[in-house]
């Protein structure tokens, strides 16, 4: 059992790429295949928050968990975004941004895994979950405008809460880098 919050985050990693097959064979339709990527979106996103529970409850946190589980997370916003913006005509821009930031904080976060993980932040876990509630309303077939223009706010949030992140992940990475430093 203390294996499972890393499996589900396993899981995480293996919908990414049918949550894009099924996107793209939609292709903006918001037909059946639609509706599954939605289902299995939403399914992925529910792992997020159940693989973190399970760890700290059950006190098996690993560097394994500390790690995937964040690109886990990126992964399965990015991926979807990203066929978002192909099918939908979501704009560039924020998959761009969010892009950059991601790989930036992973680099860093691996650069420094010899001798420090870095966590996700509080304000990163708010910026997923806010990523996550925009896509699942992209997702959403058939509904009014009005769902769109809360998923496109929800998203813009999300964007400048990963700039300022970004900023703290730095300092964070620097502060991890400057002990290395000091340590050899």
């Known amino acids: 059992m203390e ?15 049918i949550v894009m097959v099924l996107l793209a064979a939609d292709g903006g339709n918001e037909g ?3 509706v599954w990527a939605l289902v299995l979106f939403v399914a992925a996103a529910l792992t997020d928050f159940l693989d973190g529970y399970l760890a700290r409850r059950w006190h098996v946190i690993t560097s394994f968990g500390k790690l995937a ?8 916003v990015l991926g979807t975004l990203l066929m978002l913006c192909i099918t939908d005509g979501v704009p560039w821009w924020a998959f761009a941004v969010l892009l950059v930031r991601e790989v930036a904080v992973t680099v860093g976060r691996l650069r420094v895994v010899h001798t420090a993980v870095i966590p996700a932040s509080r304000g990163g876990k708010v910026k ?3 990523q996550l509630v925009a896509l699942g309303l ?3 077939p058939h509904m009014p405008h009005a769902v769109d223009t809360v ?13 300022v ?3 703290d992940y730095e300092a964070r990475l620097a502060r991890a880098r400057r002990i290395a430093a000091d340590a050899s």
């Open 3 to 17: 294996r499972l919050p890393n499996w589900l985050t396993w899981a995480r990693l293996v919908a990414v790429p």
């Open 32 to 34: 059946p295949e639609r």
């Open 69 to 76: 589980d964040p690109l886990a997370d990126k992964a399965l």
């Open 128 to 130: 997923t979950v806010l």
């Open 138 to 140: 992209y997702l959403l």
């Open 151 to 163: 998923a496109w706010w929800l998203l813009v949030a999300s964007v400048v809460l990963a700039v």
């Open 165 to 167: 992140t970004w900023v």
